[in-house]
Every structure is written in structure tokens, then in C-alpha cells.
Nanobody, 120 residues
Framework: QVQLVESGGGLVQAGGSLRLSCAASRSIETSNVMGWYRQAPGKQRELVASMDSNGRTNYADSLKGRFTISRDNAKNSLYLQMNSLKPDDTAVYYC??????????????WGQGTQVTVSF
């Protein structure tokens, strides 16, 4: 079992940057896919980015170029660098391990989330 704890969220002005961190309680090397999801007010959770154990990445089309996912197995950590933030990026961001959503049911391992708020 792995526990995931997100940090790094906060309030930032539009155009600014934030770096989210996800600390795992133990090695994440055995996790096939690590990722970030987010849920904005009034919207469904959506995939932001993911990275598998081979370093292959996947990004939401609308976010590619602004967000970058990275993984440090030695530190049991996952990161999300967010640049050129927009107010629409305001959401709770979740770190995940081998996660997917089917019919609103969450599978895999999820952290508790960290709030990101982007102001004018």
C-alpha cells in the first residue's frame, strides 16, 4: 500500500506558476502509472497528466505545453510544474497511482488533494 500526500497548492495570479508535489509513503517504482487529476467547481474530475514506469507521459490536450509532470523515484515523489496559469486552472489537484475513473467511481490510489486558486 502507498499513501499519497499532495502539497504546493495555493493562491497565484494569472500568468504565474506553481509546482505541486506528491510524496508517497514508500517506493513508487512498482506503480505503473502516476498521475495528476483535478476537479474544478461544478465540473467533473479530469486527467491533467500521467507518467508510466518507463517515463512515458500523457497530457490533457488543453494543458500540454503549460504543465509538466515529472517523477523522482529516489525521493518517492511526483511533481507537476504549472506555468502560465489561468483562472480556469482553479481546482483541487489530486495525485494518483494506477488510477482511472469509470462512471464516477474512482479506482486506484488517490491523495486528498491540494487546492490551486488562480486569480486575475
Amino acid at each position: 500500500q502507498v499513501q499519497l500526500v499532495e502539497s504546493g497548492g495555493g493562491l497565484v495570479q494569472a500568468g504565474g506558476s506553481l509546482r505541486l508535489s506528491c510524496a508517497a509513503s514508500r517506493s513508487i517504482e512498482t506503480s505503473n502509472v502516476m498521475g495528476w487529476y483535478r476537479q474544478a467547481p461544478g465540473k467533473q474530475r479530469e486527467l491533467v497528466a500521467s507518467m508510466d514506469s518507463n517515463g512515458r507521459t500523457n497530457y490533457a490536450d488543453s494543458l500540454k505545453g503549460r504543465f509538466t509532470i515529472s517523477r523522482d523515484n529516489a525521493k518517492n515523489s511526483l511533481y507537476l510544474q504549472m506555468n502560465s496559469l489561468k483562472p480556469d486552472d482553479t481546482a483541487v489537484y489530486y495525485c494518483t497511482a494506477d488510477a482511472h475513473i469509470t462512471g464516477s467511481v474512482l479506482f486506484g490510489l488517490w491523495g486528498q488533494g491540494t487546492q490551486v486558486t488562480v486569480s486575475f
